[in-house]
T-cell receptor
Framework: KQEVTQIPAALSVPEGENLVLNCSFT??????LQWFRQDPGKGLTSLLL?????REQTSGRLNASLDKSSGRSTLYIAASQPGDSATYLC??????????FGPGTRLSVLP | EAQVTQNPRYLITVTGKKLTVTCSQN?????MSWYRQDPGLGLRQIYY???????DKGDVPEGYKVSRKEKRNFPLILESPSPNQTSLYFC????????????FGPGTRLLVL
């Protein structure tokens, strides 16, 4: 069964820092991997989607990488801002079209 | 505005009283899905649908039913709710399959007494 972990569980940084969030999974048989952010009391917003054949995706200050062979993905956030404070989740799409989510990293960016 | 809507947003009910949570999307998406989110357990998929009349189980389907009679709607039915179904529920959709960006609804917070 696919297991997904995210490290760290929580992170607090001063504004302006570059940071890395990690997502690890046990089975490399995935279709794709998505990173989402969740704001308190709200739904999820998709940030980046990496197909299994890709190594990375970039959107603005965000860069996500995928290494299927080692079962790892990282989300890099450059020049963090207080508006980046949220919970970040990674989600794996399996070949049966069902999803498995990680537990999330709760990020707090201090002004 | 392109969106996924859920109703109700908040619901308190009692054990055994059947309820339905509606989900609707206006983006002509083929793929729709239901999740529940619980502290310490994260988001878990309940059911998903690749197209009208096509549904399949996710990780935690027990105690839930779904139907997909129209492309835009994907209701979640709890025939006999129990306290362990108290949770935050999300509906999501994507254009043609899970391999594309998913768009989430705002969530439905359910309390079963």
């Amino acid at each position: 069964k696919q297991e997904v972990t995210q490290i760290p569980a929580a992170l607090s940084v001063p504004e302006g820092e570059n940071l890395v969030l990690n997502c690890s999974f046990t089975d490399s048989a995935i279709y794709n991997l998505q990173w989402f952010r969740q704001d308190p009391g709200k739904g999820l917003t998709s940030l980046l989607l990496i197909q299994s054949s890709q190594r990375e995706q970039t959107s603005g200050r965000l860069n996500a990488s995928l290494d299927k062979s080692s079962g790892r993905s990282t989300l890099y956030i450059a020049a963090s801002q207080p508006g980046d404070s949220a919970t970040y989740l990674c989600a794996l799409l399996l070949y049966g079209q069902n999803f498995v989510f990680g537990p999330g990293t709760r990020l707090s960016v201090l002004p | 505005e392109a969106q996924v809507t859920q109703n109700p947003r908040y619901l308190i009910t009692v054990t055994g009283k059947k309820l339905t949570v509606t989900c609707s999307q206006n983006m002509n998406h083929e793929y729709m899905s239901w999740y529940r989110q619980d502290p310490g357990l994260g988001l878990r998929q309940i059911y998903y649908s690749m197209n009208v009349e096509v549904t399949d189980k996710g990780d935690v389907p027990e105690g839930y039913k779904v139907s997909r009679k129209e492309k835009r709607n994907f209701p979640l039915i709890l025939e006999s709710p129990s306290p362990n179904q108290t949770s935050l529920y999300f509906c999501a959709s994507s254009l043609s399959g899970g391999w594309e960006t998913q768009y989430f609804g705002p969530g439905t917070r359910l309390l079963v007494l």
